[in-house]
Nanobody, 123 residues
Framework: QAQLVESGGGSVQTGDSLRLTCTAS????????VGWFRQAPGKEREFVAA????????SYADSVRGRFTASKISGDNTGYLQMDNVIPEDTAIYYC????????????????WGQGAQVTVSA
């Protein structure tokens, strides 16, 4: 019954900005850290970003550091991934994930996964 749903994906151009939203249903995620992963065509899933509201910790892949910002507000069943200055290499299906511990999220050991949102960046 618990479910995560990503929204906000779409087709954009190089240099554009967009924000992905991860919304929970069937379970409260208001106190959980949120992680973001992506899978490009023909590639393995990779870690993108994660944020833990409890400690303020955040982690980013080198490929997105300085361009993407993950956030989650305590009390909300919603996580966000702000994507700025996107490039074609950002094209992928993006997944959000949650777990009870931040250390698990950054390793991809999540309790719940979203179904993915397509982001396509044209040159």
């Amino acid at each position: 019954q618990a479910q995560l749903v990503e929204s906000g994906g779409g087709s954009v151009q190089t240099g554009d900005s967009l924000r992905l939203t991860c919304t929970a249903s069937g379970r409260s995620f208001r106190y959980d850290p949120v992680g973001w992963f992506r899978q490009a065509p023909g590639k393995e899933r990779e870690f993108v970003a994660a944020v833990d509201w409890k400690t303020g910790r955040s982690s980013y892949a080198d490929s997105v550091r300085g361009r993407f910002t993950a956030s989650k507000i305590s009390g909300d069943n919603t996580g966000y991934l702000q994507m700025d200055n996107v490039i074609p290499e950002d094209t992928a299906i993006y997944y959000c994930a949650t777990a009870n511990m931040y250390s698990r999220i950054i390793k991809g050991d999540a309790d719940y996964w979203g179904q993915g949102a397509q982001v396509t960046v044209s040159a």
